[in-house]
């Protein structure tokens, strides 16, 4: 069984999840991203969840990773409000 992280919290699904992120900076991405597999090793495994794709990340209010979804997080960047 897996934990997996829905927009109700964390669940118990009889498949892995798709996409793993960072609770702590609300960011996913792709399960081998460098960044996230270097971070690993310095404890970040305390703070890593899984989702099980792209659309319930999103909805549970994460934001997609600048180093393994490049374009995803330049059209997410690009639909924030610009400040000054």
């Given amino acids: ?4 992280l829905g927009v109700d919290g964390p669940y ?3 498949t892995p999840g798709t996409l793993g992120g960072n609770s702590r900076l609300r960011i996913y991405g792709r399960l081998d991203c460098w960044s996230a597999n ?6 970040y495994e305390t703070i890593r ?3 099980a794709d792209e659309d319930t ?4 209010g994460y934001r ?3 180093h393994c ?6 059209e997410w ?3 924030q409000p610009q400040t000054t």
Avoid: D, N
């Fill in 1 to 4: 069984m897996f934990t997996l």
């Fill in 12 to 14: 118990t699904s009889a």
């Fill in 38 to 43: 270097r971070a690993l090793g310095k404890g």
């Fill in 49 to 51: 969840v899984f989702f």
């Fill in 57 to 60: 990340a999103i909805a549970a």
């Fill in 64 to 66: 997609p990773c600048g």
């Fill in 69 to 74: 979804m490049r374009e995803k997080y330049r």
């Fill in 77 to 79: 960047k690009a639909a």
